[in-house]
């Protein structure tokens, strides 16, 4: 019975630990992916955060209303995104796409409201601000990303919905729309020009 | 300490000194302590490290550059139903008829619905639809369109096998197959017809196999009552149908290895001695016996992700100039005939040449470039004393020059530089972009003939609001369209083209464009024949001609008409004017029409389209009742009807149900793609602290339970 009950016990903790690892490891990965952030802006080279890391940072997400910041990495695939938001641009210069976990760093999503300021720094560190015009609920059975269709300059950020659900492969997800925002100094340059 | 372990490889060697450390640990207590955190650093590690190789995997298997997300649920990328094609073509004359046979295979387990769109040739008329199951063929009928869904629907439900094909575009369709068994197999025969083009000496058929994803304009309605839901756009205010023509565009390394590939087998008889068979869309095996060919891929199954193109040529000389068919229908004669005007050089004209170049999402891949090379090429025909101005759109129209400005060659060397830079994304906003093109003013210097090039692969679903769109702000002008891409909608070039009293052309890769710009820009000089006038032998019946007012005749185009109720005898005469104003006429003996079949059907599909053209003139919805009283008549489809085809017998048993699936179309080759799979956002985190939150807890209580008697 003892045997049973200590193999009841193994089990939960390993399968607890599973579960606590991987907040803590999107936790952790960020600090250090703010250090390889860091070399990739002074260095201006794709500095890998870890040696074997299949991805690197390409940007720095800023959300002033939460007061939330992020390391976001290249590509969308399962393995940047345990880590950090991904990042995919369609196109020369199509929209971009951000996609995170619901449970980890794109957790903060759902406090976002339209109208709410949504910043990107890029590696030149270029600052971009975006305003959200947008949040939708899809069904990602039924529809895909059509990048042709959104204007260029787009952003997209992704998440699964709703954040509350244990169920990981769901079919529902979260999309925020945020279309660039362009200081006025920087128009009436053009104009004086 | 640990991030530090975590973030240096370089102190890994530190657990296998600890390991190899392991005989004399026996005596420290201290070493035991460290060998134990360091194995289960190394356990750490291993978890870190592991979903990195498991998913480098996964991503080697991608092509490089290439658009695509990761998706956990790899079912869904392998549709249940797999799809095989055959196109049957029978070629005879002017006329090319069709026997489309697809099958739809059910790999799952369950009973399916197979749901698929597709396009066929633009100005093909369906005939016939057949439906085989095992050894059982049904003849499907014609019903009006409403009343087709009601029988099709009943039929789905009550576990019938059945069938149904609706047009949605003059080119694009929906077939649907209900109740396909598990692990077999339904096979649904379409049957049309088309007409072959012949232009510039050169005959040509073109068989879509794809369509490039459609942009939808306008705001999405509100959430549809989804019961035909079959695409990824949503119904808008100005397309209102689509959900129904958007199908999910899929690479081909995403649907199952035989699915969507076609045989093709196409039979020549053209009555002439024949040259030469090409295509420049895939490479060939034929044979030829004089005036019959026998004409197939190289490959057996050809990747249905691109236009097949043949063309063939009678031997030099044998170019026919006339050409007159006839048949006898339900004791009805029908005629067809061809005819081709003088080839004459005008004189040259001071032009002033608006180019619009489609820059949307669609064009993205080679068609931009070829887009652009076409755009260049353009500008190369421009002479001195022509005028000019280029526009791109794709969210937003956008004009290079404020009006057209002189072909001179700093203008010319802005554009080219211009042109260069175009990139392809956003929408497909064709509306802003005629709009612009035909209200712009004249540039300054006098008289000009005022044409458009529109530059586009027509990926819209607005084509009809387009049409109008061009037919009230057209004026003077003439508006010629250039088809990019593997996969255009010929549809919208071709009538585009029409209601814009011009000419189209399709350039099918980069290869391809000298030859067809020249062609087109050679055409654009001047129409060859104005004013034409057509005139029957009266034998004192109303005629119904289709088309009943043919347009301008340009370079190497001959006018094609055909009438119900004349008998082949007396004499067709053709006239109109010449470039220079000079008046030409010729005259065509019809007894001796060749017999041919399928004229009622291409008869009747011109009255359907003339109908159709009546009602956009006045403004009104065509007349339904007409139309589908024709479309009954001669069995021929029209928007307003649709091919059912119902077995009585039920074939799946009650207790049984039925998944629905909508089989995807391919990427046109060389395009990029434009959808994406929205990727798993999710992890298993709150799943795994749930439940070892849970079973920590209970595991606690019963140890709690088991100590409190033995206390």
Same mark, same amino acid.
């Given at each position: ?50 040696? /074997? ?11 002033? !209303? ?31 796409? @951000? ?65 509350? =659900? ?28 | 300490?640990?991030?530090?372990? @975590? ?5 890994? *060697? ?88 697809? $099958? ?6 369950? /009973? ?123 119904? $808008? ?43 420049? =869309? ?45 048949? $006898? /229908?339900?004791? !009805? ?39 652009? =090379? ?93 049409? #109008? ?11 010629? $369209? ?20 011009? !000419? ?20 654009? !000089? ?52 010449? *470039? ?125 339970? #088991?100590?409190?008697? =033995?206390?």
């Amino acid at each position: 019975m003892s045997r049973l009950l200590l193999l009841l016990f193994g089990c939960s903790a390993t399968v607890l630990m599973f579960g606590l690892w991987i907040p803590f490891k999107a936790l952790v990965a960020q600090e250090l992916l703010a250090l390889a952030w860091a070399e990739t802006q002074a260095r201006q080279v794709q500095a890998r955060p870890w040696p /074997w890391a299949d991805t690197w940072p390409v940007a720095k997400l800023e959300m002033p !209303e939460l007061d939330v910041s992020m390391i976001v990495l290249d590509g969308l695939h399962g393995e940047s995104l345990a880590f950090g938001p991904g990042k995919l641009v369609a196109g020369a210069d199509g929209p971009v796409i @951000l996609a995170g976990h619901r449970d980890t760093h794109f957790s903060h999503l759902q406090h976002l409201a339209p109208g709410n300021p949504v910043r990107l720094q890029g590696q030149d560190q270029h600052w971009q601000d975006y305003r959200v015009t947008s949040i939708r609920v899809v069904d990602s059975r039924k529809e895909l990303i059509n990048t042709h269709a959104l204007a260029a300059g787009t952003l997209l950020l992704v998440t699964c919905y709703p954040f509350n =659900s244990m169920d990981a492969r769901g079919p529902l997800r979260y999309v925020v729309e945020a279309h660039p925002v362009y200081a006025l100094e920087q128009k009436d340059t053009v104009a004086a020009l | 300490m640990l991030l530090s372990l @975590l973030a240096n490889p370089a102190v890994r *060697p530190d657990l296998f000194t600890a390991r190899r450390a392991k005989p004399a640990a026996k005596q420290s207590r201290w070493l035991r302590m460290a060998e134990g955190i360091s194995l289960w650093l190394a356990v750490l590690l291993m978890l870190f490290v592991h979903p990195l190789y498991a998913e480098a995997r996964q991503m080697d298997m991608e092509q490089p550059g290439q658009l695509y997300l990761m998706n956990d649920q790899s079912a869904r990328q392998q549709p249940a139903v797999i799809l095989d094609s055959e196109f049957q073509v029978h070629v005879s004359g002017l006329l090319a008829q069709t026997r489309l046979t697809r $099958t739809f295979r059910n790999a799952s387990d369950q /009973w399916q619905e197979g749901i698929f769109v597709f396009p066929l040739p633009d100005k093909a008329t369906v005939y016939g639809l057949r439906m085989t199951i095992g050894e059982r063929e049904i003849v499907g009928h014609i019903e009006p369109k409403a009343k087709a869904r009601q029988t099709y629907e009943r039929a789905r439900q009550a576990g019938q096998h059945a069938a149904t094909l609706e047009q949605h575009r003059p080119n694009l369709f929906t077939s649907r197959v209900a109740n396909i068994p598990p692990g077999e197999s339904v096979q649904v025969e379409i049957r049309y017809q088309q007409p072959v083009a012949y232009k510039h000496g050169e005959f040509e058929l073109r068989l879509p196999t794809t369509l490039t994803p459609r942009y939808m304009p306008g705001d999405p309605l509100a959430e549809t009552q989804g019961q035909w839901q079959s695409g990824w756009a949503l119904a $808008t205010t100005e397309v209102a149908d689509a959900h129904e023509i958007s199908p999910f565009t899929v690479r081909p390394q995403d649907v199952d290895g035989g699915s969507h590939r076609a045989r093709i087998g196409i039979e020549i008889e053209s009555g002439l001695a024949l040259a030469d068979v090409s295509s420049p =869309s895939h490479r060939l095996h034929t044979e030829l016996d004089g005036a019959r060919a026998t004409v197939r891929p190289e490959q057996e199954k050809v990747l249905m992700d691109r236009d097949v193109i043949v063309r063939w040529r009678p031997v030099a000389g044998s170019e026919p100039k006339a050409a007159v068919f006839h048949q $006898t /229908w339900q004791g !009805e004669d029908y005629l067809m005939a061809m005819v081709l005007p003088l080839e004459t050089a005008g004189p040259v004209l001071r032009r002033e040449l608006v180019f619009v170049i489609d820059t949307s999402g669609s064009m993205a891949g080679d068609a931009i470039a070829q887009a652009r =090379s076409a755009l260049l090429k353009g500008l190369e025909t421009l002479r001195p004393g022509d005028s000019f101005n280029v526009i791109q759109f794709n969210s937003q129209a956008h004009a290079l020059f404020a009006q057209p400005v002189p072909a001179e060659g700093h203008y010319l060397a802005r554009a080219r530089r211009y042109v260069q830079d175009l990139r392809a994304n956003g929408g497909t906003e064709m509306a802003g972009a005629l709009s612009l093109a035909l209200g712009m003013d004249s540039g300054p210097g006098g008289e000009r003939v005022r044409q458009v090039v529109f530059i586009t692969d027509g990926a819209v679903g607005n084509e009809s609001a387009l049409f #109008n769109q061009i037919r009230s702000g057209l004026a003077d002008r003439r508006l010629f $369209t250039v088809g990019i891409g593997s996969a255009p909608n010929m549809h919208f070039l071709r009538e585009a083209a029409r209601w814009g009293r011009g !000419e189209f052309t399709a350039i099918h890769s980069g290869a391809e464009v000298d030859r067809a710009l020249n062609r087109l820009f050679a055409a654009m !000089e001047a129409p060859v024949l104005t004013n034409l006038d057509v005139r029957w032998p009266d034998q004192g019946q109303p005629l119904e001609p289709v088309p009943a007012r043919p347009g301008d005749l340009f370079r190497g185009t001959p006018l094609v008409q055909v009438v119900r109720g004349l008998s082949a005898a007396g004499q067709l005469q053709v006239s109109g004017q010449l *470039p220079g104003g000079r008046h030409w006429s010729t005259s065509l003996d019809l007894a001796q029409a060749a017999p041919a079949s399928g004229l009622n059907r291409q008869w009747a599909r011109g009255r359907i389209d003339e109908l159709t053209d009546a009602a956009r003139l006045q403004g009104q919805t065509p007349d339904e009742q007409q139309i589908t009283e024709l479309s009954v008549r001669h069995g021929v489809i029209s928007p307003f009807t649709s091919f059912v085809v119902v077995e009585q017998r039920r074939a799946r048993p009650e207790t049984e149900s039925a998944g629905s699936q909508s089989i995807p179309t391919l990427l046109p080759a060389g395009s990029q793609p434009g959808m994406l799979r929205y990727p798993q956002t999710a992890t298993f985190a709150p799943l795994f602290t749930a439940l070892g939150l849970l079973g920590l807890m209970f595991s606690l209580a019963i140890a709690m339970l #088991n100590r409190r008697p =033995s206390l």
